[in-house]
């Protein structure tokens, strides 16, 4: 028996192999500050992570804080309009540059001793530069850090720490045609993150709530309250009766495909809670953009539910963003999604987001208590393993070869799991 | 917050967490001329039209250059003849 909460010692490869089989994880993954800090390592320094999205810094020289797991990212905009991603630590003495969340600056002084920074980075000067030789002296001094590989899809700002690996398309594989399907719903095709953002911090392993966005067993259970009040139908869709799948679309990502039931139903923006009527300016809009049948198709199908792998997720209507802390607190970073060029639907967004996730919001609530009490119940001794093999059995193929399973199954933890290996244990693959 | 001086119409403050400046057009002059406060000094700065032209058309490698503390403010006592030395001049003159 291995104590919860302390990994075998083993090779770290190794160890993490014999953490994760295919139908069940040991508890210690959500645990084990030494797991975490390898997951720091090979999966939040490593892959892509994504890190913002370009309508947060729309006018040159605007400046936004953002992050890498625990690291402090400044998302910047040159002059010439181009996206750059630098670290938050001066490099003299390492203090934090900035501190506002965000701003208009083309150079970062830092508040310690003034050394200043343009914001691509590069050192401009020190105050009293004699003490360094003078303005040739600066050259041997650092600059702030970069992101080495900074890369856009659709608006959203992704970041890698690492020098080499993937392209960011290869990192997203399918999940971009969902950045596409959610862009599609702008009349402009243009998705805008102006909303604001709100923190949600839990006392949790960054892994549960990976595992919970995705996982369409427990929206009946946990959600039923704010289901009750709000006359909402979503939480049938969630159900072995419902035409909706889960699937797994490799690299991490799995999403609930509800678009068969808003098909079904047949109604445009039905996947909103919404009617045509309510928001008339935006179904012409999108009518007179995409033409009458392509529109109306856009907006019966709705917006996608994906989690794209480690850290963003887009739950229709909204955006989160999970940034770890450590082995037991969590970050999510919360926003209405907003279309360009759709004010009376954005309108009716920010309205049910604050219903939702906002600070007094019942959705994100709920989810926040499972995440907390979750936390505290695998750090018991026993049984050591976390079950996942909900529907293993009527595991599917489509038509386009990716793994699905009914609404309800824990087709999204399987696969998750499967791609932290290739990570964490890269030389062996699944256990 | 910091209180917005001068005899000059429209003012208003440029702000971030790195600098605040009160800016304002001032008519004391025989012609209009941009007055510059930085507020946490108190220093002052005035600008004419020329100038500010040039600094519209000044390559970006200027600003970048204007951006060294060592150039002005912070600049080491024996490192020579320094570019105009900038006020202070107090608010309400």
Not at chain 1, 162 to 177: K, Q, R, T, Y
Not at chain 1, 328 to 346: E, S, Y
Not at chain 2, 51 to 65: D, H, N, Y
């Amino acid at each position: 028996m291995t104590a919860v909460g302390e990994a075998p010692e083993r090779a770290p490869g190794e160890r993490v192999r014999s953490l994760v089989r295919p139908d069940r994880v040991h508890g210690s993954l959500y645990t084990d500050p030494t797991i975490f800090a390898q997951e720091l390592e090979h999966i939040w320094y490593t892959t892509w992570v994504y890190v913002g999205h370009v309508s947060e810094i729309p006018q040159p020289k605007d400046y936004v804080r953002k992050s890498i797991g625990p690291q402090q990212v400044i998302m910047t905009r040159d002059r010439e309009g181009e996206v750059h991603l630098v670290l938050n630590r001066c490099a003299h003495r390492g203090n934090l540059v900035c501190e506002a969340p965000s701003g208009n600056s083309g150079s970062f002084r830092c508040p310690y001793h003034g050394w200043t920074f343009s914001n691509t980075g590069e050192l401009l000067g020190a105050p009293f530069n004699k003490g360094y030789g003078g303005k040739e002296g600066l050259k041997e001094l650092g600059n702030l850090a970069r992101v080495p590989r900074v890369a856009i899809h659709r608006g959203f700002v992704f970041g890698s720490l690492a020098e080499d690996g993937p392209s960011l398309a290869e990192h997203l594989g399918p999940a971009a045609d969902r950045l596409d399907q959610l862009a599609r719903l702008s009349p402009e095709g243009e998705v805008e993150l102006t909303a604001g953002f709100v923190q949600h911090e839990v006392n949790a392993n960054w892994k549960m709530l990976v595992e919970n966005e995705t996982d369409g067993y427990h929206p009946q259970f946990v959600h039923s309250s704010i289901f009750s009040i709000s006359g909402s139908s979503i939480g049938d869709l969630y159900s072995d009766k419902s035409t909706a799948v889960t699937r797994a679309l490799g690299g991490g990502h799995s999403e609930n495909d509800l678009s068969p039931e808003f098909r079904r139903l047949g109604v445009p923006m039905g996947w909103a809670g919404t009617l045509e009527s309510k928001i008339p300016d935006y179904v012409a809009s999108m009518r007179e953009t995409y033409g009458p049948q392509t529109g109306d198709e856009i907006m019966i199908n709705g917006s996608p539910h994906i989690m794209i792998f480690p850290n963003l997720f887009v739950a229709e209507i909204q955006l989160f963003q999970i940034q770890p802390l450590a082995v037991d607190r969590t970050i999510q970073h919360v926003t209405a999604i907003q279309f360009k060029g759709a004010p009376d639907l954005n309108r009716r967004l920010v309205t049910q987001c604050v219903g939702s996730v906002g600070p007094a919001g019942m959705l994100l609530a709920d989810d926040a208590e499972m995440y907390e009490r979750n936390q505290r119940g695998v750090a018991q001794l026993q049984p050591e393993w976390l079950d996942l093999r909900r529907g293993l059995h009527r595991e599917s193929t489509d038509d386009d070869g990716f793994t699905i399973g009914t609404a309800t199954d824990e087709i999204s933890m399987r696969s998750m799991w499967k791609h932290y290996l290739t990570l964490m244990a890269p030389q062996g693959g699944a256990a | 917050m910091f209180e917005v001086p001068g005899s000059g119409e429209s003012p208003g403050v440029v702000s971030s967490e790195f600098a605040a400046v009160s800016v304002s057009i001032d008519h004391d002059g025989n012609s209009a001329r941009l007055r510059l406060e930085d507020l946490r000094s108190g220093a002052v700065r005035f600008v004419d039209a020329l100038e500010l032209e040039s600094i519209v058309w000044a390559p970006e490698g200027w600003f970048r250059r204007l951006m060294d503390p060592s150039l002005h403010r912070w600049r080491d006592a024996d490192a020579g003849p320094g570019i105009e030395a900038v006020g202070p001049e107090r608010p309400g003159r």
